[in-house]
């Protein structure tokens, strides 16, 4: 991967942890008025996946092509665990923790994700992951534990544990959308949007929750489009060139911006326990940042579909005048080079480069 094609991922992993951390207190705005955090759930996916629907219905109106794949019917299974874990069962915990505790510590405890995102791809999908990704993911997990622990075994936030939860079934969510990353973000999103929102309000209103005004209902699914929509496509293209757990660890930005703003919005005090957890998450993160992976590998032959454009990794031929960039199935023949690289779906390969 060129450098211009690493910075503009990691951009788009940054941005992703910034429109998703500032909605965590926004989301709190709307308990404040309120609104059911079960409701809450299914209404910021539904307005996810209604706008980004609407979006690719007149984009491609208009005759537009996407360079884009396509999701294909293969997909489904994967793509039905990922709306599960990440549409409901994500959304459910953290809506029900954001109730039970303060705006800023929840937002601090999303960092959680970052850790489970990183275990699981290092310990199940066997993803690269060294020294210093281990340090991070220890003193983002230390600072973690500091925001939840309230000093005494008795004085567990419940509210913690259930934004922690939340974080797990996203990492689980997170590993899973590995697999669907070469097809278009926004599909995904959409999907994810349609069905997991549908289901969250459904539930809500079986449980006596109430529609509030049209006017919320539109406020919130406007947020929905920008925090969980259009950061859930960025997180999908950063993953798409940096993998898992790198993804992971840059998205681990958006409980700093979200503690943020949670004290602007809310007037929530800057308390020493804050802070620690806040140093100890952030030595975390730029831990992360700081790594890099070079080594000979070797890659077996490949075939899959994804958008793309010529480079190391793509020497076939087309015809005179084919776009780039474009989206085709293509096979990858054996080959070995030497280059710093992430674990990306080319480079999904052990640390020993075999």
């Not at 958006?254 to 308390?271: C, Q």
């Amino acid at each position: 991967m060129s450098d211009h094609s690493q910075r503009r991922a990691v951009g788009f992993a940054v941005a992703a942890a910034a429109l998703f951390g500032a909605s965590v207190p926004a989301a709190k705005l709307f308990l404040g008025h309120g609104v059911e955090g079960r409701l809450l759930a299914g209404l910021l996916y539904l307005g996810s996946g209604v706008g980004l629907a609407g979006i690719l219905t007149v984009w491609r109106a208009l005759g537009f092509r996407s360079s884009e794949a396509p999701l294909r019917w293969s997909d489904a299974p994967r793509l039905a665990a990922v709306i599960v874990s990440g549409g409901v069962v994500g959304p459910l915990l953290l809506m029900w923790g954001l109730a039970h505790t303060d705006a800023a510590s929840a937002s601090l405890l999303l960092n959680v994700e970052g850790v489970a995102t990183l275990a699981i791809a290092w310990l199940v999908f066997h993803e690269n992951a060294d020294t210093r990704i281990i340090l991070g993911a220890f003193a983002i997990l230390a600072g973690a534990a500091i925001v939840s622990w309230g000093g005494a075994l008795d004085s567990f936030n419940m509210g913690a544990v259930a934004i922690v939860a939340a974080c797990v079934a996203w990492a689980v969510d997170n590993n899973l959308t590995r697999g669907l990353s070469g097809s278009n973000p926004v599909e995904i999103a959409a999907w994810k949007g349609l069905c997991a929102g549908s289901f969250n309000v459904l539930l809500a209103l079986l449980f006596g929750d109430h529609l509030p005004a049209a006017g919320l209902i539109v406020a919130a699914g406007a947020l929905g489009v920008v925090s969980y929509g259009t950061s859930l496509a960025l997180f999908v293209l950063a993953l798409r060139h940096l993998g898992v757990a790198r993804t992971g660890a840059y998205f681990s930005t958006a409980p700093f911006i979200g503690a943020v703003v949670a004290i602007i919005l809310f007037d929530e005090p800057f308390t020493l326990r804050l802070a620690i957890s806040g140093a100890l998450m952030g030595s975390g993160v730029l831990l992360h940042i700081l790594e890099v992976h070079a080594h000979w590998h070797r890659h077996e032959p490949l075939e899959h579909t994804h958008s793309h454009t010529h480079d190391a990794h793509h020497g076939h031929q087309h015809e005179p005048g084919a776009p780039e960039p474009h989206a085709h199935a293509h096979r990858h023949s054996a080959t070995g080079h030497s280059h710093a690289h992430y674990p990306d779906l080319h480079h999904r390969h052990s640390h020993s480069g075999q």
